[in-house]
């Protein structure tokens, strides 16, 4: 008995000693996580106004890396902040709100930093009795068939938050998931690379940035890097190693997560082929271009407030709040909040290149571009579009299956966030969601029967007999 106690004492020694050890220098998957979860429900709160734990149950560990569910969160409101650790003790991160700029995560711990950043904060969601897109009144009259598209469950998908459908520059349907409703603002993911470009085209309108400029940062001076040009990064063709993976800590997670200057992180990595040369699609790439512009446009707080000023003003997208990290540096690859009908006017900006309410806010020539193939990759844009939906392997054409326009082209997040725009049909598709890649869902079949809907509707109209006097 005395040598199996002394068995079991050296057991409980070791993990003792392991979690001491994990406490001061926690591996870097658990700071990942912890970030990550801070992160996700500080912003939630904070933009969405939703309950913290609903929040980690739902959206941070239901759909994610089992690790997940071992992390505890806590909340103090009244400052604006989250911790996150796993198991509560181990790898702690906190996050916190900053007025008009989401929540960002400190993963050096430096949170005096957080009350040096303020924006003009979002107005909310418009109040005006005018119609979409002027103001949030609708008008669904004779819009029944694309009512009965979006009551399918088969065809919005499963997680669906919110679908908003745009013909003819008017709002014909939409459909939100349960807790969810046209006030809220949803998170983008990797559709926030195609705002990203389209701030890099205010930049450029305002005189302060060339598509061709290189030089781009100080850091890169006197070695090939400086070769790199604004096209290029818009192209994610720049030739910078960066890993995308997700899931683990790879570059992408190591930036999102552990690093409080993303910018800075993107910048620091080798060439690993000449610029303009390689295809390689990187959030650091968006992140880079966040910091070209800003450094472009002014100082801080003229940079700060560029995106609403520049763009969601003019637009109307008054629910929008794009978050930057804990440098000052918007996360231009990932981290805007918007309401669906907010997504669906900057979609409707693109359809009409880039003219909005009789201004035209951005050239035709660069909105176009924006959707031209990319020099590198026949199916990636000039403009950090997709000129495919999703699917495990995207390939130009891969749309015309589905019975979808050659001209279709998409914004594209993850866990199943799209904007479709098919200008030859006038039309615009908003599909937010908590759906996970793995469950293989497909946005080209809703928006193909959404089509086929105007279609019909289209038919029928012309074929409504005139009360006229004339054709009496």
């Given at each position: 008995m005395?040598?199996?106690?002394?068995?079991?004492?050296?057991?409980?020694?070791?993990?003792?000693?392991?979690?001491?050890?994990?406490?001061?220098?926690?591996p870097e998957l658990l700071r990942v996580g912890a970030g990550y979860s801070a992160k996700i429900t500080c912003s939630a709160e904070a933009l969405q106004g939703r309950d913290p734990d609903e929040v980690l149950e739902?959206?941070?560990?239901?759909?994610?890396?089992?690790?997940?569910?071992?992390?505890?969160?806590?909340?103090?409101r009244r400052a604006g902040r989250v911790r996150a650790a796993f198991a509560g003790i181990i790898a702690p991160t906190t996050a916190e709100e900053r007025v008009g700029l989401g929540c960002a995560t400190y993963p050096d711990g430096n949170l005096a930093d957080a009350g040096d950043q303020s924006a003009p904060p979002a107005p909310g969601p418009s109040k005006s009795a005018a119609l979409w897109p002027t103001g949030s009144k609708t008008d669904l009259t004779g819009q029944?068939?694309?009512?009965?598209?979006?009551?399918?469950?088969?065809?919005?998908?499963?997680?669906?938050r919110a679908?908003?459908?745009?013909?003819?520059?008017?709002?014909?349907?939409?459909?939100?998931?349960?807790?969810?409703?046209?006030?809220?603002?949803?998170?983008?993911?990797?559709?926030?690379?195609?705002?990203t470009a389209a701030l890099v085209g205010t930049a450029i309108e305002a005189g302060k940035l060339r598509m061709d400029q290189s030089d781009l940062l100080p850091e890169w001076q006197g070695d090939d890097r400086a070769k790199i040009t604004v096209a290029q990064l818009m192209s994610m063709s720049s030739g910078l190693r960066f890993n995308e993976d997700y899931g683990d800590v790879s570059d992408v997670t190591r930036m999102l997560y552990l690093e409080p200057d993303m910018a800075q992180f993107a910048a620091s990595q080798p060439l690993d082929h000449p610029p303009g040369t390689h295809f390689s699609y990187s959030s650091?790439?968006?992140?880079?271009?966040?910091?070209?512009?800003?450094?472009?446009?002014?100082d801080t707080s003229t940079a700060l407030a560029w995106p609403r000023r520049k763009l969601f003003d003019p637009l109307g997208m008054s629910s929008a709040t794009l978050e930057t990290d804990a440098s000052g540096t918007f996360v231009g690859s990932s981290y805007l909040y918007?309401?669906?009908?907010?997504?669906?006017?900057?979609?409707?900006?693109?359809?009409?290149?880039?003219?909005?309410?009789?201004?035209?806010?951005?050239?035709?020539?660069?909105?176009?571009?924006?959707?031209?193939?990319?020099?590198?990759?026949?199916?990636?844009?000039?403009?950090?579009?997709?000129?495919?939906?999703?699917?495990?392997?995207?390939?130009?054409?891969?749309?015309?299956?589905?019975?979808?326009?050659?001209?279709?082209?998409?914004?594209?997040?993850?866990?199943?966030?799209?904007?479709?725009?098919?200008?030859?049909?006038?039309?615009?598709?908003?599909?937010?969601?908590?759906?996970?890649?793995?469950?293989?869902?497909?946005?080209?079949?809703?928006?193909?029967?959404?089509?086929?809907?105007?279609?019909?509707?289209?038919?029928?109209?012309?074929?409504?007999?005139?009360?006229?006097?004339?054709?009496?």
């Open positions: 005395r040598g199996w106690k002394a068995v079991l004492a050296g057991i409980g020694g070791l993990v003792v000693v392991a979690v001491l050890y994990a406490v001061i220098v926690p739902t959206d941070v560990q239901a759909p994610g890396n089992p690790l997940l569910r071992a992390f505890w969160v806590s909340t103090d029944g068939r694309f009512d009965a598209v979006l009551r399918d469950d088969a065809l919005t998908g499963p997680g669906m679908v908003v459908v745009i013909k003819d520059g008017k709002l014909v349907a939409e459909r939100y998931g349960d807790g969810f409703d046209a006030a809220t603002p949803l998170l983008g993911w990797s559709m926030t690379k195609t705002v650091g790439t968006a992140v880079l271009l966040s910091r070209i512009w800003q450094n472009a446009v002014g918007a309401t669906a009908r907010d997504w669906a006017r900057f979609g409707q900006f693109l359809l009409q290149d880039g003219k909005w309410d009789g201004r035209q806010l951005l050239p035709a020539e660069f909105v176009q571009r924006m959707h031209a193939p990319a020099p590198t990759d026949g199916v990636y844009g000039q403009g950090m579009t997709w000129l495919a939906g999703p699917s495990d392997q995207q390939k130009a054409g891969d749309d015309a299956r589905f019975g979808l326009p050659a001209d279709t082209y998409w914004l594209e997040g993850h866990d199943g966030q799209t904007v479709t725009v098919i200008p030859s049909a006038d039309m615009v598709v908003v599909r937010m969601g908590l759906t996970p890649s793995d469950l293989n869902y497909r946005p080209q079949k809703l928006v193909a029967a959404l089509l086929d809907a105007a279609k019909a509707t289209a038919h029928a109209s012309s074929n409504i007999p005139s009360n006229s006097a004339e054709d009496r």
